[in-house]
């Protein structure tokens, strides 16, 4: 059941992002210069991390297995596996959105802050509902053998930002984000 506490974990590192992203559409509302690389990073991020490891090791592992030993979570594993799907759409949107309030100015932003924010919205009550009732389910449904082979997929994963590995590729955008970021999450007081 060690997946159960990576999935967790990821979705804990998820909203810092989500945290992040908000906080910086935030200081774009109050007059701040967008930084667009910071932008870009927590974008690749997003699709690095979100999209190519996490969603698919659920979609692969996680949910054909507790189907298969409680049938009467189908809805509800289809459901996650469609808004799977709706956060990729809705993250291609705010990619076009970014590229357009980038490259065309500031008369984009308006559609680029409800991109965001709308998926910032989403991602969050879809990792709220997973460790509402998938999680629970899993732990009361699935089996020591069920659980091997998930706990290997969960724990190949390495996020780039808060995974084990330090990853260059990202070092500068964290970086500058903890920097930033209030205590808790970082050293700055900026978003107090």
Do not use: C
């Not at 967008?34 to 996490?54: A, M, S, V, W």
Request: overall charge negative.
């Amino acid at each position: 059941m060690r997946a159960i506490s990576i999935i967790k974990s990821e979705h804990k590192n998820l909203g810092a992002v989500l945290y992040s992203l908000d906080k910086l559409i935030e200081e774009i509302d109050s007059g701040k210069h967008p930084d667009f690389g910071i932008f870009h990073g927590l974008f690749t991020y997003l699709d690095r991390f979100l999209d190519r490891y996490h969603h698919p090791k659920e979609n692969h592992y996680l949910f054909p297995k507790l189907l298969l030993r409680a049938p009467d979570t189908e809805g509800i594993i289809r459901e996650l596996g469609q808004q799977h799907t709706e956060g990729e759409i809705l993250f291609v949107e705010m990619l076009k959105a970014l590229s357009a309030y980038e490259f065309t100015g500031a008369a984009e932003f308006p559609h680029f802050r409800d991109t965001v924010l709308r998926y910032t919205d989403f991602e969050r009550r879809h990792a709220q509902k997973e460790e509402d009732e998938i999680l629970p389910r899993a732990r009361d449904a699935l089996e020591a053998s069920d659980w091997e082979e998930i706990d290997a997929a969960f724990e190949a994963n390495d996020d780039p930002i808060f995974g084990t590995r330090w990853n260059n590729e990202f070092s500068e955008m964290l970086n500058q984000l903890i920097n930033r970021l209030p205590a808790p999450l970082g050293l700055g007081d900026d978003w107090k």
